[in-house]
C-alpha cells in the first residue's frame, strides 16, 4: 500500500513538474545509499539495548519473575 501511494504521489509529481520528479528519480538510489548506514545503526543500537535489557533483568528472572502479560477484557 505503502509502494501504492508513493507512485501515485510521484506520478502527481511528474504531472505538476516533471524535471523535480525525475531528479527526485535520479537521486532517490543516492538517498537510499546514504540512509543504510544509519539504519545498520539502528538495527545494532536496538540490539545492544535489549542485550543489556536481558542482562539487567538476568537477576530477577533467575529468582522466578515473569514479565507481566496483557491481558484482554472480554
Known sequence: MKTLLALLAWCL???LCW???LL???LWP??????????????TLGAVFAFLQSLLYLPARALGWRPARAHCAP
Do not use: D, E, S
Open 30 to 43: 543516492l538517498v537510499w545509499l546514504l540512509a543504510l548506514p544509519l539504519r545498520l545503526l539502528g538495527i
Open 24 to 26: 527526485a528519480l535520479v
Open 13 to 15: 509529481l511528474f504531472v
Open 19 to 21: 524535471p523535480l520528479a
